[in-house]
């Protein structure tokens, strides 16, 4: 938990996106394609963005490979950058 300081109000979560995206697998058994909706299509949906980019188009930026120790982000793409994640 993260909280604001001098505040009892939570400032948001410590934990990554990878890590949540892990655990939802994991304890909850979910696929990855059920936490990419809930991760990248709900947030959209809120903003009132009604065109979701389709896994594989250019507006896609994680790519993710399932290692000896699960589910890691292999690379993201930030504008022009590629960034690379876990080995």
Partial sequence: RSR????????GSATTMAD????LIEWFDMTLEQVVILARS?????LG?????APGDAAELVT???GPDGLRVHQARVGPWRIAGHA
């Fill in 4 to 11: 604001e300081p001098g505040s009892p109000h939570f400032a």
């Fill in 20 to 23: 949540m995206s892990r655990n």
């Fill in 42 to 46: 709900n947030p959209l949906r809120l």
């Fill in 49 to 53: 963005d009604s065109n979701l980019p």
């Fill in 64 to 66: 993710w490979r399932n």
